[in-house]
Nanobody, 121 residues
């Protein structure tokens, strides 16, 4: 069983930065993918970014490309999402997710509880 715990959310002004962290526990193998998703009020959950646990290759949604960076620290079992040049439309609950099938934009089996990010204009 894999457990994921997010932290680092908060309130920031437009143009500012935040770094989200996802601490994983349990067994994660080399073929797994780790992802970040977000859900704004009244909207469906959407893919933000993903990283392959072993290779470190990354995938981003077009809306965050060039502004967000996903990374991982295998030794610390942590996945980070550095968010720069934040916009009000980035306001959402951000979720960390993990899946053994390794498909970046696929369905994820394990989810964290989410952390709120609010960007004021």
């Amino acid at each position: 069983q894999v457990q994921l715990v997010e932290s680092g959310g908060g309130l920031v002004q437009a143009g500012g930065s935040l770094r989200l962290s996802c601490a994983a526990s349990g067994q994660i193998y080399s073929t797994w993918v780790m992802g970040w998703f977000r859900q704004a009020p009244g909207k469906e959950r959407e893919f933000v970014a993903a990283i392959m646990w072993s290779r470190g290759s990354t995938t981003y949604a077009d809306s965050v490309k060039g502004r967000f960076t996903i990374s991982r620290d295998n030794a610390k079992m942590t996945v980070l999402l550095q968010m720069n040049s934040l916009k009000p439309e980035d306001t959402a609950v951000y979720y960390c997710a993990a899946d053994p099938l390794g498909v970046p934009r696929g369905n994820y089996a394990y989810w964290g509880q989410g952390t709120q990010v609010t960007v004021s204009s």
